[in-house]
Structures are given as structure tokens and as C-alpha cells.
């Protein structure tokens, strides 16, 4: 039974007709085309389809359209337009400090687990500015990396923390 | 002027405009048959086509492979991207930069000597007279063959090789571009699932799909044989399609696979071909130190992070393919031979998926997009696979068995070596075979058959025996190979392929030995080694890990929980040599809590680079090692989801560091596999430093280091 709900996604009012079953990863990449969203297991367990919802790390490929019916998401496609940053990175959107930090320590292989991890990461630092490492290790374990890059990855991200701290000090 | 031979990738594709388009826009189109695994090898392959040709690495567009234009590299595999497609692009820029100096004193009417370049500006030394590459691009022709007599730069004059530069690929990966097949979009894109039988053999008793064709947005139900899948407008249809239809199918499973819990007697149990792969001496028996252990591995999965993808559009005859593949051009072959149709009416092209280590379900997934988009002419289908049959039906890398038997005598030297060795042969790739080796091919109607597999291709080493002839000076050794006929579990080639198991079991049985020898296990290695640079990483692992200055390494100053070990190679005796140290901490579990690896292979084009797979090579066998086995009862693979299969997670992640000894003037060696039997040696050796216990089946396992325990 299609229906016509209506999201805030990175910041624009879309809507959208579909089931309000359909898992929102679909949504975003097939009807918003935003394909930064990657799907990994369709369980929500490894980390590759998380976007904001509200400002707080979720899957979207266990999560139901309905469920953000009304709230704000946020994908990595509009991560960088927080304005927190005015660096452009090869030539396209603004980057986030994350999004930086991850091309500064060349953080990454195959890449399909990043924009996940990165979100997982912001959604850390929106929280707690100045994780530790532990913090960092244990708010990201949900997120798996195949290419093994786990030890960049973590550098970039305190990376990033140290920018932000820096530039809202 | 003297020519010198061809590098065998550019001998088979010499002309030199399939290689390198210099466009009048300043920009600088490189093709390759290598394809972007994650390994990075576009980058460094851009990296070197800059240098070759003194253009910025900024102007180098790398273009993705095709089997229309690109060209014909073969596989993507075997750590072999940068020696041999990196040689044969190396060559071709070189002699496409002298193109354009030639056309450049033409027009100068100056010499040769007389001109340099920079960044596709060539100069007139003591002059301000030039000319750009982007100018005389339509003068200098670049249809003809490479015929060797341009050189490539000598190491003294490398300028970009050698440097860390940036990944290109990076920027839009963390931005989200849509840079995976995944990502595709083209008009009147439908999507398509399949339907996987429950086991290998299953058959296929009952099957009636007509209400799966009303369900809402479907568009096609595809059944050949037991082949089954659909076509839907939307994904979400498409995958409530395929749940349903699953369930519209009956089938008939037989009990016929191993006890996953005795593979290796199941794998002793198997008819096999006896082959000696290394005969000298007369092994001496009377040493005084003999010693004799086994050390297995299980099937392990590629375990890809995102499920295989596909796109094909099938129109008037023509069959466009889109695919994760590492083999554009012998897929191809597959899917024609499959249909029954010539290969030139189908192009396969080569767009990124998640993460590659070997021969996962990639080409899989190209059949699969080609039998459903037949059914529904004209509209592309985007076909992916699901999580569960990724981990499932994915090509596994084959368990493996290795017995050793050595002998110590009273001054230190080893005098005795048996190396015996059990393993199916590991490539199945497509293209090579009689019969398509596409998993959908054996489940049509008129089903082919799966081929046996190969164990040796010709200008690569052998698969299963890859570093089982050792690398040390012994007198006395023999090496031998029960070769395996196809296994019943679906196998594949997996990163570093039976030099995994090689190593580990060479590795430990070295420590093995030292221990019953009463010698330290780094001076027993380097005691029977004469090579250089294998003395050299070993060394450097050594200093810079700190074993160098422990007092004791032979299992006698073991503090009870805290240990360290070192494993070495050169990976299949001619890439890149790899010796690592692993600390752990062991008591009932195994903890990894720091690796050091230094390694040399040869000229390295991108340390950056090198040190990135090094570093994703340790953290992926960390996780072989601790934690990684297929499963399976004896009708079903049970391994369908993360719970079934864990890999290493960030918590468990060790700190990993990398040193490289760079050899400008030696050839660049693949160094993508070269970490990972060192690795699994270094973590068994520190378990036995740390607690005294010996486990040689993987995985580590809380149970098997119980086990030991109570053995010792």
C-alpha cells in the first residue's frame, strides 16, 4: 500500500510515494538518488547504510520509511553543507572536517564502508567533541571494514575532532 | 638504437593508442586492463604513466576498463598489477613521450638532446621556444605498435615514483559519489533478484511462480531449470518478489558435504595426485632433534562488505554487461559460451564493487543481470545479490592441510625437511575452462557442468603450491603435493591463495624447531638463509618491534600472557618479501595487540600506497587467523550473516606499523598477499612465547586453545 510521506533530507523537503514499509536505504538512493548510502547486509549490523536521523546514527536498510516521516535526515551527501567547513574536495561538495581528515590520512581501499563510517563518526562528535580512542573503537564497532583500514580510519578521525575543536575554540 | 624485449602485457597489446590518448584539452587518458579492487592500483598505475610521460598527476584521467577498448590485461589478480601492468604501461608512456619529443624537434628543428619536458610543455634548453603535448596531439600518431626502443627513465631520474602521493579514487568515496556498479543508474533501469537453491545440489521438485507475477511492480519471473529470479520496478518490490518466491519453490537436498569439524582427515581421505615439487639431498632422520606437526585452515570466505552487483540491458542482440568483474575479457567468454552467442556481441564493462580479495561473486552477478535482463528486452536490469548468498554462494578459499617433518642436528642445522601438502586446485575463474565457471551456468535448464578447476596457468606460479618450496638453504628437503580432485564446497582463489597455509605451517615448524633445538627461532631463520633481502626485512621487523631486544624468545621466558613471534616469506619466492612481528596477549582468548612488518618490494611506486595494503593485509588476516571458518552441516553452508561469519572489528583492531626498504633500482613486486602467511605464523609463534601452548589449525579459537591447554 503506497503512500506519500514527507521527509526532510539534508536539509530540502522531498516527498516521497512509496510503502511506508520500504527500508529507507532504498528510498534515499533509488527515489532521491543519493547513492552515497551504501547497502551491506540489509540487517543492520554492519555499519555501510548509517545516515542521521535527527542527528543520531541509524541504519537505514532495517529502518522503515515511516519511521522518519516528519524528522530530519541527513546523508553523507549533506554532511558537508553544515557549514562547518568551506574546503572543497576534488572539485565537488564541501567537505566535512571528517570527510578531509579520512583523504588527509588516506583512509580507506575499496572505500564502500566509508561514507558509513563517517557518518557514524559525526554522529560520535555531534555527541562528544573530543572522543578517545576507546570511545571512538566502541562507537564505531558496528561499522566493519573488509579492506582491514581500521587503524587510518581511527587516525582520521581524531583527526577531524582535533579540527573541530580547534575551530569552535 | 637497441630495442629491448616487450614487458608480455604491452607484447599483447603493443599498439600504443590503446594504452594513452593525449587530448588537445591537456588532459591525459590512460587505459588499463587492471581493475580497481580497493587496492589502489589506478592510482599508482596514474602515478606512473605521470612520471613516464613528465605530465602532472593531476591531468592523467584514468579510464575504466572495457572490452571494447581497453587493453586485454586479463585477470586483476596475483599481486600482479604493478609488475606487469605497471611494467607494460611504463614501456608504452615512455615510447608515447618520445613520440611527442620527436614530433617536438621537428617542429623546433632542434635535437633530441636539446629538449626536456615538464608537464607536457616541451622546452628548448637556452631558449624560450616550446611546444605542449595538447598542441602537437594531432600530429603525432599514436596507431602504431610499441616496438621497445624508447627507454623508460633509469631510477636516478624519477621524480612522481616514489613519492605518497594521493589516492584519486579517495575524494569521492567519502563524499559519496556514486562510484560503485551499486550506484548505477541508466533510463528505464528495473531491478532484479535471484532466488538461490537452499544447498549446491539441491533439485528442484515443485516450482509454481504465477502469483509471484501479480505481486505489485513485478515485471518478469525467470525460471531455466533452477535458476530462478525476477525483475520489478522498484528494489524493495523486487526483493519482497524473491522472499516470496523462494517460497513457491520445493526442493529435494542430499547430506553431501564434509564434516566441517575433520577437514583434514577429510582431506587425507580424498583421491589425490602425488606430485614432488622439490627433491635434494638424502633427508637424514638421526638428527638429534626431529620433530613432526600438521597445520590445517579451513574454508574461508571473501566476506565482501556489500553484496555483488550487476547491470545488463540485452537489445536487438546486443548484450551490455556492467560488472565488479576482475576479469572483463574472460567473463565475456563465459557469458557468451553460456548463451550460445559470439563474444563480440556482448561488452562487458568494469565499474567498482565493495572490496575484492580474490575470486568472489562477481562475475557471478554479471550472469545472473544478463538471464534476467533477456526477460525484459531493452530495459537495463540491476541485479544484486543478497548479503546472505554473498557469504554463502561466493567461491570460498579452499581448506588446506600441510605435515611437516624436521630434524635439528647438534649444531644448529636443519638436516631434514618434509613438506607434505593437501590442496584442490584453487583458480576458478572464468575463461579458462571447457565450461563456464559462472554459478548460474550449472543451474539452467540445460545446465553445464562445473569445471574442475586449475591449479597452474601458464606465466604464474602454481596456486595451491605456492611458497611450499622453502625459501631457506636445506641440504635435504622434499616437497610434495597431494593433489586434490574439485571439492564439493564451492572454492576459489583467495588472497594469497596456498601460500597462505605454506607459510604458516613453514613459519611455526621453524619456531617448532628451534624450540626442540634449544636455539632462538629468529637465528634458526636466519642461520639457513642466504638472500639479502630476506635477511634484511627479517632484521628490520626484528629492531623495530623490539624482539631483537628481548633476553629470551624460546618459550622459556614466557610471562604467562604476553607474547611475541615472528613470520617471514617472500610471497611465492618472487614478489615481495614480508617479515612480521605480532605481540599478543593469550590466556583463554587470543588478543592481537600489536604488529610490526617490514617489508621490500623493490622499486616502490607509492609508499603510501604499499604501506595501505600492508596494512589492510595484517588487519584482514588478524581476522582469518582469530576468528574466520566457513560452516557448513552436511547439507547446507550454514555461514549466511555477520553472526555466522565474524571479522575483526574496530575493538579488536591491532596497531599495525609498516616500514618499507625501498629498492629504486630493483624491480617494483607485487606486495598485496605478501603479509599474510608471515602474519598468521608471527600470531601462532607469540601464542607459544606467550603460553606456552601450540595451535595449528585455524582458526585460533577459544575452544582450540582450551583444548591444547589440556594437552600440554
Known sequence: MTQTIELNVNGARRAVTADPATPLIYVLRNDLKLKGTRFGCGAGVCGCCTVLLDGRGIQSCNTPLSAADGREVTTIEGLGGEGQSGERMGGKAAAHPLQQAFVDEQAGQCGYCLTGIVMGAAALLRRNPSPTEAEIRSELDIHLCRCGAYDRILRAIRRASETMGKRSG | ?712
Open chain 2, 1 to 712: 638504437m637497441t630495442s629491448e624485449p616487450l614487458p608480455p602485457s604491452l607484447a599483447r597489446n603493443r599498439r600504443l593508442d590503446r594504452w594513452v590518448e593525449i587530448r588537445t584539452d591537456g588532459v591525459v587518458e590512460v587505459r588499463t586492463g587492471k581493475v580497481e579492487i580497493g587496492q589502489g592500483i589506478v592510482s599508482a598505475l596514474a602515478q606512473i604513466a605521470a612520471e613516464e610521460l613528465d605530465v602532472d598527476y593531476t591531468r592523467i584521467r584514468m579510464i575504466p576498463a572495457d572490452t571494447g577498448r581497453s587493453p586485454n590485461e586479463g585477470v586483476t589478480a596475483g599481486s600482479r598489477s604493478t609488475m606487469d601492468g605497471g611494467g607494460a604501461l611504463r614501456q608504452a608512456c615512455a615510447e608515447v613521450r618520445d613520440a611527442f619529443l620527436q614530433a617536438a624537434a621537428r617542429r623546433l628543428d632542434a635535437g633530441i638532446d636539446e629538449l626536456f619536458v615538464r608537464d607536457g610543455t616541451i622546452h628548448r634548453k637556452a631558449s624560450n621556444e616550446s611546444a605542449t603535448y595538447w598542441e602537437l596531439s594531432a600530429e603525432v600518431d599514436l596507431a602504431r605498435d610499441a616496438d621497445g626502443r624508447a627507454a623508460p627513465k633509469r631510477a636516478d631520474q624519477l621524480t612522481l615514483v616514489g613519492k605518497p602521493l594521493p589516492r584519486l579514487d579517495l575524494p569521492d568515496k567519502v563524499t559519496g559519489a556514486g562510484v560503485y556498479v551499486h550506484d548505477l543508474e541508466l533510463p528505464g533501469m528495473l531491478h532484479g533478484r535471484v532466488v538461490r537453491p537452499p544447498s549446491y545440489g539441491a533439485v528442484l521438485k515443485a516450482f509454481d511462480g504465477t502469483r509471484i507475477e501479480t505481486m505489485p511492480g513485478v515485471r518478469a519471473v525467470v525460471r531455466d531449470g533452477r535458476f530462478l529470479g525476477v525483475v520489478a520496478a522498484r528494489e524493495e518490490q523486487a526483493v519482497a518478489a524473491a522472499a516470496a518466491l523462494a517460497r513457491c519453490a520445493a526442493w529435494q537436498e542430499a547430506a553431501d558435504l564434509p564434516d566441517v569439524d575433520a577437514l583434514p582427515t577429510f582431506l587425507r581421505s580424498r583421491p589425490s595426485q602425488v606430485k614432488v615439487l622439490s627433491e635434494k639431498g638424502v633427508p637424514q632422520d638421526k638428527g638429534a632433534h626431529a620433530v613432526s606437526a600438521s597445520y590445517s585452515r579451513p574454508f574461508l570466505a571473501h566476506a565482501s562488505i556489500g553484496p555483488a552487483c550487476a547491470v545488463a540491458r540485452v537489445q536487438a542482440g546486443a548484450i551490455e554487461v556492467w560488472c565488479q568483474s576482475q576479469s572483463i575479457h574472460p567473463t565475456r567468454l563465459d557469458i557468451a559460451k553460456t548463451l550460445g552467442v559470439a563474444p563480440d556481441t556482448i561488452t562487458v564493462r568494469h565499474v567498482q564493487g565493495a572490496g575484492c580479495y580474490g575470486h568472489n561473486a562477481a562475475d557471478d552477478a554479471a550472469l545472473d543481470a544478463v538471464l534476467l535482463a533477456r526477460a525484459v528486452q531493452g530495459h537495463p536490469v540491476r541485479l544484486q545479490w543478497s548479503h546472505e548468498d554473498e557469504l554463502a554462494w561466493s567461491p570460498f578459499g579452499p581448506a588446506m592441510l600441510v605435515a611437516m617433518n624436521g630434524t635439528v642436528d647438534d649444531a644448529g642445522r636443519i638436516v631434514n625437511w618434509r613438506h607434505e601438502l593437501w590442496s584442490n586446485p584453487h583458480i576458478a575463474r572464468p575463461g579458462l575452462q571447457e565450461s563456464p565457471s559462472l554459478l548460474a551456468a550449472w543451474h539452467l535448464g540445460q545446465p553445464f557442468a562445473q569445471p574442475p578447476g586449475i591449479d597452474s596457468l601458464p606465466g604464474i606460479q602454481p596456486t595451491s603450491e605456492r611458497n611450499a618450496v622453502p625459501i631457506y638453504d636445506f641440504a635435504n628437503q622434499r616437497v610434495v603435493l597431494n593433489a586434490l580432485d574439485r571439492l564439493p564446497v564451492r572454492t576459489g582463489t583467495l588472497r594469497a591463495i596456498g601460500g597462505f597455509l605454506n607459510t604458516f605451517a613453514i613459519e611455526c615448524f621453524m619456531d617448532e624447531l628451534a624450540h626442540a633445538a634449544g636455539i632462538e627461532p629468529v637465528e634458526l631463520r636466519l642461520k639457513h638463509l642466504s638472500d639479502a633481502r630476506a635477511i634484511a626485512v627479517i632484521e628490520a621487523a626484528r629492531e623495530r618491534s623490539g624482539l631483537a631486544s628481548r633476553s629470551r624468545h624460546d618459550g622459556s621466558g614466557r610471562d604467562g600472557s604476553r607474547g611475541m613471534g615472528l613470520g617471514f616469506a617472500r610471497y611465492s619466492n618472487e614478489a615481495a618479501y614480508a617479515a612480521v612481528v605480532a605481540e599478543v596477549e593469550a590466556g583463554e582468548t587470543i588478543r592481537v595487540v600489536r604488529v610490526v612488518a617490514a617489508v621490500d618490494c623493490g622499486r616502490t611506486i607509492n609508499p603510501n600506497g604499499v604501506a595501505n595494503q600492508v596494512e589492510g593485509g595484517i588487519v584482514q588476516t588478524v581476522s582469518w587467523v582469530l576468528k574466520e571458518q566457513v560452516r557448513f552441516d552436511r547439507t547446507r553452508i550454514t555461514t549466511r550473516t555477520w553472526d555466522d561469519y565474524p571479522i575483526l572489528r574496530f575493538s579488536e583492531a591491532p596497531p599495525v606499523e609498516v616500514s618499507i626498504i625501498d629498492r629504486p633500482d630493483q624491480p617494483s613486486l607485487g606486495v598485496g598477499e605478501a603479509v599474510a602467511g608471515p602474519v598468521a605464523a608471527a600470531i601462532a609463534n607469540a601464542v607459544f612465547d606467550a603460553i606456552g601452548v601450540r595451535v595449528r589449525d585455524l582458526p585460533l579459537t577459544r575452544e582450540r586453545l582450551l583444548a591444547a591447554i589440556d594437552d600440554t
